[in-house]
């Protein structure tokens, strides 16, 4: 028997040329590689940290290459490290090939961020072609000079995985829900009802790649899908037939372009109300968990369980991954300093790959072998069907799985039986209408202007084709137009295109949304060559005009960002007004770039969920707002800017804001909920599942900055300050004082100013915030229903504090006084005063939504004031998001523990004044004894006396319990200190299914720092009170003895 070949995956990166995006960002290369097997990245923001990796493979294609006259890039000479495509090639698909020739099954993975460079290894650009076709070629090549009495098989199947579905990208119909994956107890997971097409030539593989990229641009702009998350998987097998020998090798070879790899991120943002659109994640997801468990096994760790059967991406790959099969992976890589995280995790995970170990297997097998263990398979099969009974709904489920086994067997023995030659002429027949089209299409480029669509994935680019003939060409949904397309916001009849004397028009039809080149139109248009027009909510085409009116275009200047762009230019939004504040040397911030990326990237989308909005009648208006993230910061910096969506109610006009995170989230939810809808599903849901719902709540409607500057000199502040919202605009103004104070409340005199603000460092600084009236507040102009409350947080304080709310008053009296105090100003407060400002944000109530808690109970100190400046304690700012609420009240209570071991310390400090006094009456009394005090006890440096021996060992017993007792309590405080640390320390787990474990372990350690809290602080009061009880009763017995002194 053929032992298992024992082989690693093998691994290559590969780096591609920076693209437009990042060259306008000016980006950086943060990648290296040596010896043709060593990656080095470097981390930007401190380039002397680097980490290495080394992989069977470093492919260099950033840099060193020129296009060809085919437009194939290659090297620039022997000097150029450049690796092309025939190079990458030559090693990873050659090593396809050789395994298929021996028999062995393989698989090729292409992994990475959206944009790395998978689709252009796999498959390739035009002339530059990638492995796929390379192997294609290659194989057919080999066969052509096949020896007698052997005979070559070869099946082309393609597949789409797109949230969970597969989608047979060769079929003519698409099946509603998509096709099954099943399990075969020989062939393991297979899918059920997937097209194989027998071909004999690299052309007849070239039409089938064709046909079946058409049918996943189709589906991804008639499903307003996305590309770049799914997953395509070519499957080729390869049979050898030794007709003399009766046996068969067979080989299967699966090729994957994965989704992009990049991680969802939700820093900065809160998480959704809602579960992730995690499904479209789910395959990638699981992917990675399987390699990592099978990583783990190859390191000889116990692995109870490898999750292959999580998703329908890992069931297909099983055998490719951990099985038998030689795998391969390339990892695509961006050079970009501004990918470096993405970078760094894709090598990550392809470190983890490189030590799965796979035991592949020559599939070898005679066929008469195989006949026969088919026909023994169905014989059992059908005497396990007769045994079965006949009813309940167990039975029917397992005579239907029966009954398919045997119809699949009954097959797979027919197509042994037929002749391959046989195959190959039914195959040539059903496809020769799809060839045909496609040589049509070739012909009719060259005479009629045309639409030619643009996708995101510039993959998917220019694979459809719209043909604008003489005359007029009716273009929409229903089947009547000439012009047939699907997709979200086309109506069945959406508009008209007219082709007559030379010049070609366009006219919508009412309501329908028609933009060229930006602008939207409602009349009759003239095009031009290369105008953008954009159909419905989002399918973009490239006008392409009549064959004389063209030269050699760059139609790829014209890509997806380009449309988008236009559109954003046409709302007002462009990288100049996003950064024209901030362009000091010529060149725009990176993060005004990156904000202006995610603009264009979400305009789509926002049109997309509108769009479904309206169909399913939920009556939601969503829109794009860049939020200025100045108005938040309290040194009034205006770097920082981010996209936000309003999202409004036409009917009720209540308002929501979702971030970019939430929202992208939102987006995939109302997919499938569309979806759903389109297969003719029920649409009820309930409210709390329903993505287009969620609860009232408060909307932050803007901020004012109140500088506080004044406080730091002891002068009162009186502003009235304007509250801008995100767009800068005024929401409107509220009236402040900022008065400092004595520890009464007294506002101070002007004789209490002082000259330079270090002379309050170590004092103590009162000072009241007195929020008086909002005044003009749009909010309420706009709907009088509505309320509004007020809120801010001062230097270190843990939490907001919020106003009490005002309700249906567009000037809403407030008139609140909060009085804070620091007890030792700080260098760092006194500094926060100079140079900061107070953020003010107004809050929009709506009818409905909860209230902020402006309770400020806990803050409160003895004194009735709220104290600042605190350095000693831990700022809670710092504490991990999640728990954040739980922490800031823990922080409370270390504040009030501290401040009660403040009037502790108090006392203690009098007793000792105290004992000092007597110590000197005691020292005219008696020297001897005071030497002997002294050396009674070492509690304290200034030991404490009396005025008699009895009362002097009283008094040094109450010293000692205290002392005592702040030693106990101290040493908890220490342990809740670490605690609390620990808990600060913990970072969230990036797998989601390790957040509640995470939860929970953060609960209990919670539940733990409050107990040990009340216990030490339960402890030290009743401490305290012995002591106390003790001295006084010591002190009446002084007392009573004093008077009976002489
Ligand atoms: N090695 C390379 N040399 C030249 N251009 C490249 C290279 N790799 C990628 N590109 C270019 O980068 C762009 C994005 O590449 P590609 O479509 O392969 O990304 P992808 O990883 O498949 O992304 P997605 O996950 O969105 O499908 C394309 O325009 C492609 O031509
Ligand atoms: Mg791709």
Known sequence: MELPSMDSIKVAVRVRPFNQREKNAGSRCVISMQSGTTTIIH????????????????????????????????????????????????????????????????????????????????????????????????????TENKEKNQQYQVTFSMLEIYNEQVSDLLSKTKKPGGLKVREDQHQGFYVDGLTFVPCDSYAQIERLMEQGLKARTTAA??????????????????????????????????????????????????????????????????????????????????????????????????????????????????PADICYEETLSTLRYAERTKKIKNKAVINVSPTEKLIKELKAENNRLLSRLAGLGNSGKRVADKTK?????????????????????????????????????????????????????????????????????????????????????????????????????????????????????????????????????????????????????????????????????????????????????????????????????DYIKLIPLVAEANQMSEELMKGLKMELKVKNLASSDSKGYDLQK?????????????????????????????????????????????????????????????????????????????????????????????????????????????????????????????????????????????????GIQIGYKIYDLPITLYTKPVWKNVNAKIEETVHFVALNASHKFLNYLQKNALIVDLWGLQEGCAELNCTQEDLITWEGNILVDNTKTLTAQETNQATSNQMAELYLKLLKLEQETELLRNINRALREENVLLKDTLRGYSPRQDQKLSSVSKIATHQHHSDSPQMCTSRISCDADFAKALKVFYQSMNTVRGQFLKLRHYRLPEDDQMLRPFTQRQSHLLKDIGELLEASLWKLKNDVALIVKKKRESLVHTKYRGSSFP
């Not at 045909?436 to 996708?455: D, G, H, S, W």
């Not at 002007?750 to 909002?774: A, M, N, T, Y």
Request: proline share 3%; net charge negative.
């Open 43 to 142: 981390d930007p923001k401190n380039p002397e940290h680097i980490k290495t990796f080394t992989f069977d493979l470093a492919y260099w294609s950033h840099s060193g290459f020129q296009r060809d006259k085919n437009g194939v890039l290659i090297s620039t000479g022997s000097n150029s490290e450049f690796a092309g495509q025939r190079d990458v090639f030559r090693d990873l698909g050659q090593g396809v090939l050789d395994s298929a020739w021996q028999g062995y099954n393989a698989t090729l993975l292409a992994y990475g961020q959206t944009g790395s460079g998978k689709s252009y290894s796999m498959i390739g650009y035009g002339a530059d072609k990638g492995i796929i076709p390379n192997v294609c070629e290659e194989l057919f090549k080999a």
């Open 221 to 334: 702009t008639s499903m307003n899908a996305t590309s770049s998350r799914s997953h395509m998987l070519i499957s080729i097998q390869f049979k050898q037939v030794f007709l003399d020998g009766d046996l068969t090798k067979q080989s299967i070879i699966n090729l994957v372009d994965l989704a992009g790899s990049e991680r969802q991120k939700s820093s900065g943002s809160e998480r959704d109300r809602l579960r992730e659109g995690s499904r479209i994640n789910l395959s990638l997801t699981t992917l990675g968990n399987v390699i990592s468990a099978l990583a783990d096994v190859a390191m000889g760790k116990r692995v109870l369980h490898i999750p292959y059967r999580d998703s329908v991406l890992t069931r297909l790959l099983q055998s490719a991954l951990g099985g038998n099969s030689k795998t391969l992976m390339i990892a695509a890589i961006s």
């Open 401 to 597: 799985e029966l009954e398919y086994l045997l119809a699949r067997n009954q097959l797979h023995l027919q197509t042994i039986q037929i002749t391959w030659e046989h195959q190959l002429e039914e195959a040539r027949k059903e496809w020769e209408e799809q060839y045909r089209a496609i040589t049509q299409e070739r012909q009719m480029i060259k005479a009629f202007p045309y639409l030619f669509n643009v996708n995101e994935d510039p993959q998917l680019t220019g694979v459809l084709k719209h043909f604008i003939q003489a005359g007029s060409s009716d273009v929409g949904q229903a089947p009547s137009n000439k012009i047939i397309l699907q997709g979200l916001g086309i109506s069945d009849k959406h508009a008209m295109f007219t082709n007559m004397d030379g010049e070609v028009t366009v006219t919508p039809q009412s309501k329908c949304r028609v933009i060229v080149n930006g602008i939207p139109t409602v009349t009759k248009t003239k095009l031009q060559h290369l105008d953008r027009v954009i159909l419905g909510s989002n399918s973009a085409y490239l006008y392409i005009g009549f064959p004389s009116e063209r030269s050699s275009d760059d139609l790829a200047r014209f890509d997806y960002d380009f449309f988008q762009s236009e559109l954003a230019a046409a709302e007002g939004v462009s990288v100049d007004k996003l950064g024209a504040l901030n362009d000091k040397d010529g060149k725009v911030d990176p993060s005004v770039l990156a904000v202006f990326q």
């Open 642 to 786: 981010e996209v936000i969506v309003k999202v409004t109610n036409r009917e009720t006009q209540e308002v929501w804001i979702w971030s970019k995170a939430k929202f992208i989230n939102r987006k995939y939810l109302m997919e499938e909920f569309y979806q759903h809808f389109l297969d003719g599903g029920d649409i009820h849901v309930a409210q709390e599942d329903d993505p287009f719902w969620d609860p009232i709540e408060a909307i932050h409607l803007g901020s004012a900055h109140v500088w506080l500057q004044s406080l730091a000199y002891g002068m009162k502040l009186e502003a009235q300050a304007e509250l801008l919202n995100s767009e800068g605009l005024e929401e409107a103004i509220v009236l402040i004082n900022i008065i400092p104070c004595s520890s009464t409340g007294e506002a101070n005199s002007e004789d209490d100013v002082v000259i330079d603000p270090l002379e309050l460092l170590g004092k103590r600084i009162d000072f009241q915030i007195q929020i008086i009236q909002c005044l003009g507040v749009k909010w309420l102009k706009e709907d009088t229903r509505r």
